[in-house]
């Protein structure tokens, strides 16, 4: 069974930079695709970016958001720049088999670290 802890959320301002960790343990890391997705208030969960084979990103944070991966530390981190306010949610990661960019397709979920950025 994989288990995903994100980190590196806070409160920040509008053009920072935040640096999202994301750690696995139990199950084989590199068997697996892991994306980040956010959820921000009152809106549904929304897709960002993934990495496996591939490192894939929506169109929404390309060239502001960089995905990477540390296959020794069973990491995967998410550096995120020039923050907006609308930046503000709930982050996640998530493991899937598949190279995908639909939250169906990944069976393991972290808790979620939160991102506010104030104006």
């Known amino acids: 069974q994989v288990q995903l802890v994100e980190s590196g959320g806070g409160l920040v301002q509008a053009g920072d930079s935040v640096r999202l960790s994301c750690v696995s343990s139990?199950?084989?890391?590199?068997?697996?695709?892991v994306a980040w997705f956010r959820q921000a208030p009152g809106k549904e969960r929304a897709w960002l970016a993934t990495i496996g084979w591939l490192t894939i990103y929506a169109d929404s944070v390309k060239g502001r958001f960089t995905i990477s991966r540390d296959n020794a530390k069973n990491t995967v981190t998410l550096q995120m720049n020039n923050l907006t306010p609308e930046d503000t949610a709930v982050y996640y990661c998530?493991?899937?088999?598949?190279?995908?960019?639909?939250?169906?397709?990944?069976?393991?979920w972290g808790q979620g670290t939160q991102v506010t950025v104030s104006s």
């Open positions: 998530a493991a899937g088999r598949r190279l995908s960019g639909v939250q169906d397709q990944y069976d393991y």
């Open positions: 139990g199950g084989t890391f590199t068997d697996y695709n």
